[in-house]
């Protein structure tokens, strides 16, 4: 599957030009490991870790003050917001910068309780990370009504008709992810958010496991709130919080009083990590480095963002169809699609041995896989997995070479 670039030119990923922006590739500690735990953290890019230093070794100082190395701290601070929010087709006063999704999700649940009565409804799914179901779910202790949008049982997925039936006049909210970190086939998201709108109610949206194969139009996809987690997406150890203008308006602040006319900081109760925040530029760099590399057209920042996304979704699916074709032969259960087209290239299974023991032989061949309930036990559950005993999670991204899909099925084959 070739992506046809902006320029009308067809044009395919190149990988060892991607793999020359992660130092971990050069790495000599890191010499002859397959990385295949992406989904719980990805590597980082040359341009954050440079600017995390430069940050360091150069503005570590208070920022925003009147003085030279202050002010430019906080001038960078600032571009990442506004390069951020062109990069995803919003605003800046849309976007905040917090310590991590989940920490995210739970001051989003006390914001939005603010405005809510007793009997209110919420609806939460059991497919999501626990970061978009618990905090949501506590609410129930307030008197706040939470109901669950289950997914099927045997293929893991959401069925939207499921929702509709849960959907009325005191619905308030609806929680769900873009792709859960399990299952991997993406939600559809304007669909829900239609439904979810037409109730009257607000749509927010865990794309932590979706970020790092392709990033959205925010203005377009129709979540109210959307999130992710920068460490995921090739950059620092932030969580990264859109909230659509009018939605974040109704919101109550959650920071110092005297913060609430600040959109950066009234959904963020900690102080920022200013040279985190910083070094989220050095993930717009790198995707624009990837757009200069392989695009001779110049195009704006979301029009770059489309097309390096799909450069990255087409490199992906290339490499995610072998090892879904070698799981089919072994008749091993693969928990979510095994299509390559429905599918992002994290495979969880269930081995007929333990994860752990599966992980420990593949780390043994220098593949590092996880084996956990990757904190979304509930949809594990649900298929009929015991989630103490968790399943092997493969996971990857562009930068990941046919060799390494090459390595890692011959290491399963030893290993299964
Ligand atoms: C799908 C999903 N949502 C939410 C989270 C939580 O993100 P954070 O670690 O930034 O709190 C994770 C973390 O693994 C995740 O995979």
């Known amino acids: 599957m070739l992506p046809i670039g902006a320029g009308g030119f067809m044009t395919t990923l190149d990988v060892s030009f991607v793999r020359d922006q992660f130092p971990a590739f050069s790495e000599p500690s890191l010499e002859g490991w397959r990385f295949f735990e992406n989904a719980g953290g990805s590597y980082a890019c040359g341009r954050v870790i440079d600017r995390l ?39 800046p006063d849309e976007i905040q910068f917090g310590p991590s999704t989940s920490q995210n999700t739970y001051v989003l649940a006390q914001a939005f309780r603010a405005g809510w009565s007793e009997g209110d409804e919420l ?37 939207p008709e499921d929702l509709a039936a849960l959907l009325g006049p005191k619905t308030r909210l609806v929680a769900c992810c873009h792709a859960s970190n399990v299952v991997a086939s993406p939600n559809p998201i304007p669909r829900i958010a239609k439904m979810v709108h037409d109730a009257g109610a ?17 203005a377009t996809l129709g979540a109210d709130v959307y999130l992710f987690s920068l460490y995921k997406v090739y950059g620092p150890h932030q969580g990264l919080l ?30 920022p990590d200013h040279a985190q925040v910083s070094a989220a ?26 097309r390096v996304s799909s ?34 290239p994290t495979v969880a299974i269930d081995p007929d041995q333990s994860p752990v023991a599966v992980s420990e032989a593949l780390a043994e061949n220098k593949v590092m896989a996880g084996a956990s309930d990757f ?17 092997l999670r493969l996971s990857f991204v562009h930068y990941t070479t046919e060799d390494d899909v090459r390595a890692l099925i011959d290491a399963l084959d030893r290993v299964l």
Do not use: C
Request: glycine share 6%.
């Open 311 to 344: 450069l990255m979704r087409a490199a992906e699916r290339e490499r995610v169809a072998p090892l879904l074709d070698f799981l089919k032969d072994r008749k091993v259960r693969v928990l979510g699609p095994t299509d390559p087209d429905h599918r992002l």
């Open 375 to 391: 904190y979304a036990p509930r949809i594990i559950e649900a298929m009929g997995v015991d989630s103490k005993r968790g399943v």
């Open 281 to 306: 530029n050095g993930v717009i760099d790198y995707l624009d480095a990837i757009d200069a590399h392989h695009f001779s057209t110049s195009a704006a920042p979301s029009e770059r963002r489309a």
């Open 202 to 218: 607000k749509l927010v949206v865990d794309g932590v496991a979706y970020a790092p194969h392709a990033l959205p139009d925010l």
């Open 53 to 91: 230093h430069r940050y360091y070794r150069e503005t570590k100082v208070q920022p925003y003050g009147e003085a030279g190395p202050s002010r430019r701290a906080g001038e960078e601070m600032d571009l990442a917001r506004r390069r951020w929010a062109e990069y995803l087709n919003v605003t």
């Open 123 to 159: 609806v939460v799914t059991n497919q999501d990370h626990e970061a978009n179901i618990g905090a949501w779910r506590r609410l129930d202790r307030t008197g706040i009504v939470v109901k669950e949008w289950s997914a099927n049982p045997e293929s893991g997925e959401l069925d």
């Open 242 to 271: 859109f909230v659509q203008r009018e939605t974040g308006s109704q919101l109550a602040n959650q920071s110092h009083y005297f913060n609430d006319r600040e959109t950066a900081k009234r959904l963020i109760p900690a102080g």
